[in-house]
């Protein structure tokens, strides 16, 4: 039981660059989110989805997509990086009925745009 | 637009002190409440969660929080901290089950022994 599980943990890219943070859970749990965690901004939502080709913006979207073609995985893709896009990157998954029972959280990957 | 505010952004106590983190949240309708724990290093963890019922809550490692609707707020307690409750705090709210969990700023806590 791995619950949810966030590759790679660290990654370095290039202004410009385009990338792929993976985000599998095996809960079968109809909700999943990225965030991105700041210091002192918390966690900011970037895209949800309520279940397999369904997916949702958050509070900041741009520069950032998703798709969700399957229950387990939720991919988020970096079209062209920023410095801005520095962050920890959370993903999160939720069961039951939605995110009545809580998310449960991945360990992250941190990224770092020169 | 639905938002998390937390009044204190960092907060230092000594062992033994008591605890309470405010938490108020902009939303009219049907919420569910949330408080995560972030030990330094680690990702976020469930400390506990309102949906409906008794608005005391009481969750994992003593602590627990009052929702008080009419005050739109949510704020999480424990009588006595210890050293290893040093960690950051977030307060999240979910409106109507729409799968989109909004979060607050976060409380650094820092306990000193």
């Known amino acids: 039981n791995a619950g949810v599980t966030q590759t790679p943990k660290f990654q370095v890219l290039k202004t410009g660059q385009s990338m792929t943070l993976q985000c599998a859970q095996d809960m079968n749990h109809e909700y999943m989110s990225w965030y991105r965690q700041d210091p002192g901004m918390g966690l900011r939502l970037i895209h949800y989805s309520v279940g397999a080709g369904i997916t949702d913006q958050g509070e900041v979207p741009n520069g950032y997509n998703v798709s969700r073609s399957t229950t387990e995985d939720f991919p988020l893709r970096l079209l062209s990086a920023a410095p801005s896009q520095t962050s920890v990157y959370f993903c999160a998954s939720s069961g039951g009925r939605g995110a009545n029972y809580g998310y449960t959280f991945g360990s992250g990957t941190r990224l770092t745009v020169v | 637009a639905q938002s998390v505010s937390q009044h204190n952004h960092h907060v230092i106590l000594s062992e033994a002190a008591s605890l309470e983190l405010g938490c108020n949240y902009s939303y009219g309708g049907t919420v569910n409440l949330f408080w995560y724990v972030q030990y330094p290093g680690q990702h976020l963890q469930l400390l506990l969660k309102?949906?409906?019922?008794?608005?005391l809550v009481k969750g994992i490692k003593g602590f627990e929080a009052e929702f008080i609707k009419s005050k739109f707020s949510f704020n999480l307690r424990k009588p006595s901290v210890q050293w290893s409750d040093t960690a950051e705090y977030f307060c999240a709210v979910n409106s109507g089950n729409t799968g989109k969990l909004i979060f607050g700023q976060g409380t650094t806590l820092q306990v000193k022994p």
């Open positions: 309102y949906f409906s019922g008794d608005p």
